[in-house]
């Protein structure tokens, strides 16, 4: 498996147009078209869309610095959080704010990752043992429209301006 990813890297790298000297080197090209070729994740992607795994579900809106994020954890027999807020993207570190709920996550262009801890004014927003710490969800949709529609287990929008 790994000769053939690097086999892939190799390939793809190869007659790709270098738009500065920097992209010029080998590694540069190989990076980019890894990047194209989708084999590893653009750390410059939107972060606005919807992203997913299992049961937990996130929602980002906005292009701007400052966008809103919305969660979702259900587990089901009232183990679920849901929350509403805003995020603020730094290169790949993110800074969540569901009201007095305020922790760092990380995004990788392709994931959403939450702390494995969070602060005790998470809690408020969970029932039961569910909890948003270590939430990790995988990229669904770049789409806005789609990430503006989930909602709460009680039917709440949570990515509604």
Do not use: H
């Not at 990076?31 to 994740?41: F, N």
């Not at 004014?121 to 995988?138: K, N, Y």
């Amino acid at each position: 498996m790994k000769r053939v990813v690097l086999l892939a890297l190799m390939l793809g790298g190869c007659g790709r147009e270098p738009t500065t000297a920097v992209a010029d080197s080998a590694g540069a090209r190989l990076e980019a078209a890894a990047e194209t070729a989708g084999i590893v994740p653009d750390p410059k992607a939107p972060l606005q869309g919807s992203w997913a795994r299992d049961t937990d579900r996130v929602c980002v809106v906005g292009t701007e610095k400052t966008s809103r994020i919305g969660v979702s954890v259900d587990y089901g027999e009232d183990q679920a959080c849901a929350g509403s807020g805003t995020v603020e993207r730094s290169g790949d570190a993110l800074k969540l704010a569901f009201g007095a709920c305020k922790f760092d996550a990380r995004f990788d262009g392709d994931r959403i990752v939450f702390p494995a801890e969070v602060p005790e004014a998470c809690e408020s927003l969970c029932t039961g043992r569910a909890s948003l710490a270590a939430l990790t969800v995988d990229r669904q949709s770049e789409s806005r429209s789609e990430a503006a529609t989930l909602r709460s287990t009680k039917g709440k929008l949570l990515c509604d301006n």
